[in-house]
């Protein structure tokens, strides 16, 4: 199971939100790509970007960063205002080689049908829960969807993997949502786990479910990374 750092993106710098709320932002670096170059100094294969500006209104806003961080050496999963065909191809072309889809996934299931016609398995569906609901926009808006049920859903489309992310958990270093993950995994997808993991208690915890659970792929950690709660040095490119 791998350690994924994570890097969010407002207005071309890396910041990291509390609990989704935009209003409670801290900034961690006005340089993005500098950022991830270090995460790849220090062992990460993958990093998961997401363009925050792109998430709340539909609209990718920080492309150029983006491509930047693509020449970090790293392998690139890029979320946030993924809502048509033609966005995604712009990440591709950027270097990007997943995509996450989250509020299309839930607003226009035709889109994403399209999208896996077209990319297979390089799409991933992003489920943002609140209270074991769906949201979306940015995590602005809650919608009546069970994550389950829902993920039960996407697999039926020929979804292969999801990143389940407990709102209420991101950026508090509380501990991840082990109850919510096992059930998602329990509908067959693949799984990579975010929110909460700010120990490493809370890494060995989810490592003892991935060794029940192989779907269980890795972890996107970022607060406790950049406030030093996790020292990357140690996590990053580890098992």
Known sequence: ?????????????????????????????????????????????????????????????????????????????????????????????AGAQRVIVGTAAVENPEILRELVREFGCRVIVGVDCRGGRVAVEGWQTDTDLEARSFCGNLVDMGIERVIVTDIDRDGMLSGPNVSLLGEVLSTGVRVIASGGVGALEHLAELRDLARREPRLEGVIVGRALYDGSLAPETVLGVD
Do not use: Y
């Open 1 to 93: 199971m791998k350690v994924i750092p994570a890097i969010d993106i407002r207005g071309g710098r890396c910041v990291r939100l509390a609990r989704g709320d935009f209003a409670r932002e801290t900034e961690f670096s006005d340089d993005p790509p500098s950022v991830a170059r270090q995460w790849v100094k220090w062992g990460a294969e993958l990093i998961h970007v997401v363009d925050l500006d792109g998430a709340r209104t539909g609209r990718m806003s920080n492309l150029a960063t983006i491509r930047q961080i693509a020449d970090s050496g790293a392998s690139l999963q890029v979320g946030g205002g993924i809502r048509t065909l033609e966005a995604a191809r712009r990440l591709f072309d």
